[in-house]
């Protein structure tokens, strides 16, 4: 079966977010990230990829704007594989930088329900990270989130709805798209 076509999505899509909100977003988030860390600290910045490649990107220049070395690595974690919901996270790369003792800074896309980012917040604390932080690009609002987890710093706030673009896909369409996009019905 071939996957829905991205420009059907689209024309029923609502934009909530376009780019220069976004980038407006990810520079305000860069002030933020760059006060909770002193002069001299050089965090592990870990992109959880696929999604968080954009943001992690945009992230890290305005942070390197504002001084704030990082060492880079990734990991890919998914839950979804293309759909809305699923259970599991599969681990397809895990970070080989190692982590004891380090900052550690998570960069992703999204925080929908939080199975994702908890597992990989526990994993790193399991690998002895000093000290775990959150920047996540979206939000989801709804009361679904897991326990235990939340995230340190939030570009922008998103309705409980399938959102796509700026990393995010659909159907593993759309992910370049320079804005964030609500599906349709
Ligand atoms: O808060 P949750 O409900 O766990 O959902 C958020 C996660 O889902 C997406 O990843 P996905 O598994 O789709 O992988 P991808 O980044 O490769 O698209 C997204 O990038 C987050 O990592
Ligand atoms: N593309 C996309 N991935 C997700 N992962 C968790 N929630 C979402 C979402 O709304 N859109």
Redesign the pocket.
Known sequence: MSAPKLGDALASAQILFDRPALEQAIVRMAGEIRAAYAEGDVPLYIT?????LPFAAQLAFALGERGLDLEFDYL???????QTS?SG??W?HRPATPMHGRQVLLA?????????????KQWCEDQGAADVRIA?LAE?VHDR??EG?AADHVGVQVPDAYVFGY???YH?QG?NLPAIYALGD
């Open positions: 959880v990829m696929n999604g968080g890919h974690a998914t839950r979804y594989r293309g699923g996270l599969a397809l992703d896309d999204i925080l929908d329900e939080g199975h994702t980012l908890l597992a990989v996540v989801k989130c897991v987890i990393g995010m896909d593993e992910r």
